[in-house]
């Protein structure tokens, strides 16, 4: 049961990564993309990123703590670039929350693993 939940999952996040990644993109590079689309997708990502921290609290201790900590920090970053008040660093951002996304994605894929291994 435990390994199915985790493998269902790894593709909600691989899904709503690429969707995220996607639409990040095009807002990035000035296209019109609906950023409430985005924030549903990277929502997802962050959920099922939670459950499967959850499912792996046991079997992969460090990473599991490590993805939670992502999984606030994804969304704080990416609500942070909204604010007028940044200005200079509002580059640093803009690489930090793609990174900590992708890096939120490679963690899945480690949780997911240590989970089917038991
Ligand atoms: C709940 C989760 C998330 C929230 C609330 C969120 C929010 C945001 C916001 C507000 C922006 C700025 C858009 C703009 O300036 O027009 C943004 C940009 C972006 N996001 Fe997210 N995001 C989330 C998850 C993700 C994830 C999981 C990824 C990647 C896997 C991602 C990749 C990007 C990219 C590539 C950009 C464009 C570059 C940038 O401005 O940083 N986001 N996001």
Request: hydrophobic share 60%; net charge positive; proline share 3%.
């Amino acid at each position: 049961m435990n390994q199915s939940i985790a493998t269902v999952m790894v593709q909600v996040v691989r899904l709503c990564g690429l969707v995220a990644l996607g639409t990040g993109a095009l807002s990035w590079f000035a296209y019109n993309s609906p950023l409430l689309v985005h924030v549903v997708f990277g929502g997802l990502l962050v959920s099922a990123l939670c459950i499967l921290a959850f499912q792996s609290r046991s079997s992969a201790g460090k990473q599991t703590v490590l993805a939670v900590a992502v999984a606030i920090v994804i969304p704080l970053l990416g609500l942070l670039e909204l604010k007028p008040f940044l200005g200079e660093f509002r580059w640093a951002l803009q690489w930090l929350h793609p990174a900590a996304g992708i890096g939120g994605m490679g963690l899945a894929e480690v949780l997911a693993k240590r989970i089917r291994l038991g």
